[in-house]
Each structure stands twice: as C-alpha cells, then as structure tokens.
C-alpha cells in the first residue's frame, strides 16, 4: 500500500533556546514548502491529544525531518517525545528523510544515528546554504519547490512586522514588563544562588553568593567570588515603562558580595576583565527568553541563562587554578610597580 502524501514537506524539532534558528529556517522554507514548526503551528493542536498531535509531522506527517541539535535535544520533555517520533518514522519510511544539523562542533551525537547518516554542521555552513540543502533533500524525498511569489514573500514581510509591533508594545509596558520580567530576575538571581550552593555542597568548591535585598528593582545585584576570582550580574533598568538589560561581568580578583558591610582597603576594587550583554527577546510563543549580543542565534531560558553564568564563573575559578589568569589583587600589582620604578 503506498504511502498517503505527506502533510508537510518539513517539520523542523529544535530546543526552546534555538528557536531563533528554527524560525529562521521556518520563514525562508516556508515562502516555497509547507513547513511544521511548533511556534507558529499551535493552532493545529487545539483540541487535539498534545503528544499524538507533536508525534504525527515526525512520524507520518512530513517528507523531511531536520533536528537542529545539541547534547541537550532528547532530553527535554518535548523533544523527548518528537526523537521517539523520529526513529520510529526513519525505521518506517527510511533514514534519508532525517536532515541532522548539530549547531555546536564537537557536541557528542546521539548513538542511535547511523554512522553514515550525513550531518549537516550549522557553524560550517549558516542559514542560507542550510536552507538551500533542506529545500533539495525535501524535492529528493518528492516535494516540490513551489516558486516564491509576491504574495508568500508579502505573508512573511507582515508576520515578521507584527510580531515586531507586538514586541515594541509589550518591552515599553510597564504592566508587562512588571508582571514578566521582574519575576523572571527573581527567578534568575534564586537560581544562581541555589546553584552556588550545591557546588560548595556537593563539589567542595569555595564559591560565596549574593544577591541585591530586593530583586527586580531598577538595578539589581547578584554577585559570586571564591578562588581567587568574582563574577556579577547586573540588571539595569532606569525606567519602569522600557525595557532594560543584564550584564554580566568577570573579575580576575574576590569581589565584596551585595550586603557585605566591607570596603576595598586602598584601591578602588577589582578591574573588570571581561562582560556579556544579555538583552530579553520576545519568543514567537510571546514568552520571555534572553539572547547575547555576540551570539543573536542562541535564545535562553531564564534558568538557562542562571546556568550560563555560574558556568562562566567556573570557568574563571578553572583558570585561576591553571595560572591561566593573573588573581594577584590590584592594588598589589600597583603597588609593586611603584615600588619597582622608585628602585
């Protein structure tokens, strides 16, 4: 019995903090194939059993299936349930129809994958050479390439236009901003906090944590040190109505934690060695998520970007412990280059 046609020509499984690049695929795709992504295809699952409904493009319901991945893709619980769907559609109708783009080089791949199957590397190629691959593997698999008119492109012009009058209007809402983002710094700093502690529990590593009173405040603190190094976050918001945003900065030096009632004897505190521009973003599912000003691809989760900062703080403490960075104090290193000119 042949297989009935397939409603999509491509359903695209990603994690919540690649939506970027998956939206992006979406809406060069879309223009000429019939694209399912999650995001912009909610109203297809109203009413519906949810994961039947997230199984079926993956399984049955689509000629290509491109996974943009990352160690973390299979264990979330939503990508969990798409990679079941995944093999169980390539051991029905064949493993060509997989299109594998791992975006991080290095990251180990799932051991399910067959040693063949061709991997498409994000970082080698970018967007426009990976969508030009997927429209070709998509018209191997026998769909077909519908021409880009004037009203396709028109439909993704005002998509785009609205969801930026739509972001512009809730990042200059006092309301939302108060109601979404305040909680979401709250979150952040308890998050950091938390995962300080286990690491001085559970690891042995020194690592002391602060955060500012009352966060979600105009400016608020959250602070770690330990090691010989220090790392803060700041998020800064001056007015209550715009939207504002977290900066994270290293110090090759232990900093004063928020509350500590200390001064820097003779100098004026550690110099800043490095910093990280965080903005907030509008998801295409309207929530809250946070991208680097070097790295505009890569959307995180506010815990996820918790994670992120601890992590570079480890790696600080790393460094330190290789002799990689310099953690002699400042005022030392003043101090001793004084005393070295006067001799």
Partial sequence: MDRPAPKYDVAISF???????????????????????????????????????????????????????????????????????????????????????PLANGAPL??????????????????????????????????????????????????????????????????????????????????????????????????????????GSAADVCALTGGGVGLRVVWAQPYTNVMGTLEISEFHNEIILPGEHRMYAGWDGPEEMAKYTFLPELSVGEGLCWIENSNPWERLSTRGLADKAVQLFVDLCQRAVRGEIDTTPAFYKQWRKAREELE
């Avoid at 109203?46 to 997230?54: K, P």
């Fill in 15 to 101: 994690l919540t903090q690649d939506e970027s690049v998956a939206r992006a695929l979406h809406d060069r795709l879309s223009t000429t194939l019939n694209v399912f992504f999650y995001p912009r295809s909610q109203e297809e699952l109203g009413g519906t059993d949810g994961m039947e409904s997230m199984r079926l493009p993956f399984v049955d319901d689509s000629r290509v299936v491109v996974v943009l991945y990352r160690e973390r893709w299979g264990k979330t619980p939503w990508t969990r349930v798409e990679e079941a769907a995944i093999k169980d559609g390539c051991l029905k109708h064949g493993w060509h129809r997989l299109f594998f783009m």
């Fill in 110 to 215: 799932p051991v399910w994958l067959p040693e063949t199957h061709v991997r498409f590397n994000f970082a080698d190629f970018g967007i426009a050479q990976a969508v030009g691959a997927i429209k070709a593997r998509a018209k191997e698999c026998g769909g077909k390439i519908a021409p880009v008119t004037a009203l396709s492109r028109a439909r993704l012009a005002q998509a785009e236009a609205e969801h930026k009058r739509k972001k512009d209007r809730l990042f200059h809402s006092q309301e939302w901003i108060q109601e979404n983002v305040r909680p979401a710094i709250v979150q952040m700093f308890a998050e950091i906090s938390r995962l300080a502690e286990q690491i001085s529990s559970e690891v042995g590593m020194q690592v002391r944590s602060a955060c500012s009173p009352n966060p």
